[in-house]
């Protein structure tokens, strides 16, 4: 039975509760889901979650960070307990503490943006989330630390590769392993839909290219996890152009092949330029056969010449002068021939060359 659905690759991660911290023995005597909950390692969740976690006591000093903490700021032989918060984070005063001693109380959370300051004395922007470490607001106060410097450095990565891929000279896009474009920069737009988005993407590349001489080459060599290249002529609005198309696979974060990357340039002026060079050079190949050749001719074509006006004089000369001279012109066609005949053969020779 045939069938149109397309396949997808759904990635599900099952972990189990609390990292699988507890112990066997302790899941099969927890007769209840509060008993279960109750045997978890909330340790090992207190260590590892966020980027930094502080316990703090209400005027600001440090009662105890886990290890992601100390690795963040920098602290890791001394520890961070009975460090103030002031050191820790810029712009923490007693005015913002009060603040924060006040949302929890009311059973709320405070969410603060600010610069952490590690111990090498950088600083690094951070998001971080004040709340109360129990339902009724008491101490210790719970600093819940996310580091979003590294995540807005990443993003303005991407964003100038985005830039860079968007406006090369060399028409950029992205395909998956049906042959549909997914991605199209304004020069492949360009070259392939005269601009036109909506004709890009969406569509199938056996829109402009041959599948016998691109297509199915370029698959092919992708599936194998090899770069692949080649050239194809196209018609533009009337107008006999060329593009050179270069395909490398796309691999995802699983190493998985789920497409290709192609990139597409117009050759069409570097074509024009190779042709009018080889123009020149048979132009001047020409030339120079032909100053050859007018050499050669010379010198027949003077003996010729001779001893036709001797003939035509005819002033008394005897049969076998005559017959020298007759002799003469016959020998004189005859180089003339050959020469013709040589300089038709390089003609041709040098034809098939350049083209």
């Not at 279960?36 to 340790?43: E, K, N, S």
């Not at 196209?234 to 198309?245: D, R, S, T």
């Amino acid at each position: 039975m045939k069938t149109n659905e397309k396949s997808q690759t759904i990635k599900i991660d099952i972990r189990s509760l609390g990292y699988g911290r507890v112990p066997g023995k302790a899941r099969d005597e927890a007769g209840s889901k509060k008993d279960y909950f109750d045997a978890l390692d909330y340790r090992f969740l207190f260590e590892h979650a966020y980027d930094a976690i502080l316990l703090a006591d209400s005027g600001g000093r440090i009662l105890d960070a886990n290890s992601r903490a100390t690795r963040f700021f920098g602290y890791v032989e001394e520890g961070l307990a009975g460090m103030p918060l002031q050191s820790l984070v810029a712009g923490v005063n007693e005015k913002l503490l009060a603040d924060i001693r006040e949302v929890i109380t009311e059973g709320r959370y405070m969410r603060i943006q600010a610069f952490a300051v590690r111990k090498d004395e950088t600083f690094t922007a951070v998001e971080i989330v004040a709340m109360s470490n129990s339902p009724k607001g008491r101490e210790p106060v719970c600093y819940l630390i996310r580091d979003i410097q590294t995540r807005w450095q990443a993003e303005q990565k991407l964003l100038s590769a985005y830039h860079a891929m968007d406006n090369t000279d060399s028409g950029i896009g992205i395909v998956n392993m049906n042959g549909a474009v997914l991605y199209s920069n304004r020069m492949m737009t360009r070259l392939l839909a005269g601009g036109d988005e909506q004709e890009v993407v969406g569509q199938i590349l056996d829109t402009w290219f041959d599948r016998k001489t691109v297509i199915a080459p370029m698959f092919e060599k992708i599936g194998q996890g090899e770069a692949w290249s080649g050239e194809q002529r196209v018609l533009n609005q009337g107008e006999e152009g060329w593009l050179m198309i270069s395909a490398v696979p796309d691999i995802n974060e699983e190493e998985e092949l789920c497409g290709m990357v192609i990139s597409i340039r117009d050759t069409a002026e570097r074509r024009r330029a190779e042709m009018a060079e080889k123009q020149a050079e048979r132009t001047k190949a020409l030339m120079d056969n032909m100053a050859d050749a007018s050499h050669a001719l010379g010198q027949p074509a003077t003996v010729l010449l001779s001893s036709l006006e001797i003939l035509k004089l005819d002033n008394g000369a005897d049969e076998n002068m005559r017959r020298e001279m007759i002799d003469l012109c016959y020998g004189a066609v005859i180089q003339l021939r050959e020469q013709l005949n040589r300089m038709n053969g390089a003609d041709k020779g040098l034809k098939g060359a350049i083209q």
